[in-house]
């Protein structure tokens, strides 16, 4: 890791400087506290000038900022925490190579989950009780995020999740500790459906898996399609062991739908693919961005892959976008660092562990101490942050960030991702 983290360097520091320097430039041109006109004061006596006003306390300057990592490096999750904990390393290797934050370095501390939710409430309690982090990264799908959002609310810690569920972080004020700066289940179910209008479809099926993440984009979906003149004839369920899902995929057959949207993540997504392309089914198979892993693609074969639509952010389609555009500038950087240091191609899914520890260090940056209270204050203050997957804005009553201009859907083309919608 210290080859990659020299290896880094040197292309590291311009960018890091460009994300994470504009908040400290914004912090230091404000006024103090003190500027601005007050009211007279009486003359001070020659007693009052005589004593000298007691110093400010200052916090100690941190030595580290210790962030833990909750993530699914073994178990069928791996496919989506590997390359997560991957970009979280190479996020972490980029910022200590630039010389840390405002020169303090970052510390990762990471547990595997197992995908395992029960593993994953003991991962975060073993980082927060034993390890005393500031923040923990994780988990990487909605089950293993859920299993640790009580407990990292109750202790008042900032969860940044990579888990897509909007139950999350809805209510926020019942998840002031919780962000995830993920792809939003009802963005995206939106954008499909906006896709789905302009390609003149009526009457289209859902395809879901039986767990959290399914049971949010059964929810956006059935909301997306109110008003669009649009039908969902069927909803199908399958659990997380089928080995089969041309049960479902018969029945939605028989209701002769337009497309077939799948809310569902590798291997499942990959073997959805697969048993469509057994079955000759011809409706548009329409993926979340739950398929966005490489390992879809591995898993269920190009040939299977071919002509199917996907709702995404743009980190696989960056060549789409113009020359110049910050946020293709982004991507390139994350794609160079990922591929020089792991030697394999990027996807959505890392990315999103690289995003999450780039907003983790922009807000500790902001904050300037190692507190969780002060993290979470800065957190809900980051504003127009370019990372690989959008431009991410918080507050208080939004904790995700996203807009909707974030989203496309893609189709693919002759082994490539294209755009074929954008929303306005």
Not at 17 to 27: D, E, F, P, Q
Not at 129 to 158: H, I, R
């Amino acid at each position: 890791m210290q080859m990659l983290s020299r290896k880094l360097k040197k292309w590291a520091v311009p960018f890091l400087m460009v994300s994470l320097l504009g908040s400290a430039l914004a912090g230091c041109s404000g006024g103090s506290a003190d500027q601005g006109a007050k009211p007279a004061q009486p003359a001070a006596t020659t007693k009052d000038a005589a004593k000298p006003e007691p110093a400010k306390a200052e916090a100690p300057k941190p030595t580290e900022y210790k962030i833990g990592l909750a993530i699914e490096l073994t178990g069928p999750i791996a496919v989506w925490g590997q390359p997560m904990k991957n970009s979280v390393s190479l996020a972490v290797d980029q910022i200590n190579g630039a010389g840390g934050i405002k020169g303090v370095p970052v510390k990762l501390v990471v547990v595997d989950s197992e995908s395992d939710p029960a593993k994953a409430l003991l991962a975060a309690k073993k980082l927060v009780t034993q390890d005393n982090v500031l923040a923990v990264l994780g988990g990487a799908v909605s089950p293993t995020s859920m299993a640790m959002m009580k407990f990292l609310e109750e202790s008042k810690v900032p969860l940044v999740s990579m888990g897509s569920t909007d139950a999350l972080i809805e209510p926020v004020a019942e998840r002031k500790y919780i962000f995830k700066p993920v792809m939003r289940s009802q963005f995206m179910a939106e954008v499909i459906v906006q896709h789905l209008k302009q390609s003149g479809a009526k009457k289209i099926a859902l395809l879901a898996a039986n767990d959290a993440y399914g049971q949010s984009g059964e929810d956006a979906l059935v909301k997306a399609v109110q008003g669009s003149g649009i039908e969902l004839a069927i909803k199908e369920k399958f659990a997380a062991a089928d080995k089969d899902m041309k049960p479902q995929l018969t029945r939605i057959r028989s209701q002769n739908t337009d497309a077939i949207v799948v809310w569902a993540i590798p291997p499942a997504a990959s073997l959805i693919n697969k048993n469509y392309k057994e079955l000759g089914l011809k409706a548009p198979l329409i993926h979340s961005y739950g398929a966005a892993s490489t390992f879809y693609v591995s898993l269920a074969g190009a040939e299977n892959v071919e002509g199917t639509y996907m709702a995404m952010d743009k980190t696989w389609v960056a060549d789409n976008l113009p020359a110049g555009d910050a946020q293709r500038k982004a991507i390139e950087v994350y794609a160079k660092g990922y591929k020089d240091g792991y030697k394999e191609d990027i996807s959505p899914t890392g990315a999103l562990g690289y995003d999450n520890m780039m907003l983790v260090a922009k807000a500790l940056e902001q904050a300037g101490q190692a507190d969780r209270e002060a993290l979470r204050k800065a957190l809900e203050n980051v504003k127009d942050f370019i990372s690989v997957t959008g431009k991410v804005s918080m507050s208080a009553q939004d904790h995700n960030g996203h807009s909707i201009q974030d989203y496309v859907v893609a189709k693919m083309e002759n082994g490539k991702w294209k755009i074929v919608y954008q929303p306005k």
